[in-house]
């Protein structure tokens, strides 16, 4: 997988309003990218049960915070060590995030889901080799985004293709 390219042209491409730029405006000082996994999980953690690794990044679009989540695995479901975050960025119920699991479990590679709240998709990417990869990419808080549905559809599709 490679880096992402740029933020302002995934944002273009999702027709959102707003400059972009890397960083959170909320926390300007906050990390702009972190990185785990690999022989460092924590014993009993998502990513040491079924190995990989997992890279965040958060830029902005306007005021909205944007937070992308790229995971991947040696084992199927990518998706399955991000549930935690997508329950707390979509404010999901277990039902809703259930539900949101199996259906990225069934989606094809750069197809996008969107939760129910709308302001969170998954794409799950190609690999070269075996395993799974998928990216989560999130606006807004709590079940909650200025982009809506579409806008956070575009965004993540946008975002997947500068790294497929």
Do not use: W
Not at 7 to 17: N, P, V
Not at 58 to 80: K, L, M, N, W, Y
Not at 94 to 111: F, P, S, V, W
Request: with cysteine.
């Amino acid at each position: 997988m490679r880096k992402i390219r740029d933020e302002q042209q995934a944002a273009k491409a999702a027709g959102a309003d707003g400059a972009s730029a890397p960083g959170s405006v909320k926390d300007p000082g906050a990390a702009v990218a972190t990185a785990e996994g690999g022989e460092r999980a924590e014993a009993g953690t998502p990513l040491a049960q079924n190995p990989g690794a997992l890279v965040s990044c958060a830029f902005h679009i306007g005021r909205e915070e944007v937070v992308v989540h790229t995971a991947a695995t040696r084992h199927s479901q990518a998706v399955a060590p991000l549930a935690a975050i997508v329950a707390q960025l979509a404010g999901s119920s277990t039902d809703d995030l259930i539900a949101y699991i199996n259906g990225m479990a069934k989606a094809k590679i750069g197809e996008p889901v969107v939760t129910k709240s709308g302001n969170v998709a998954a794409v799950r990417l190609k690999l070269d080799g075996e395993g799974d990869a998928v990216m989560v990419v999130g606006a807004g808080e709590a079940g909650r985004s200025s982009l809506g549905q579409e806008r956070i559809t575009a965004l993540a599709t946008s975002l997947a293709d500068q790294i497929a």
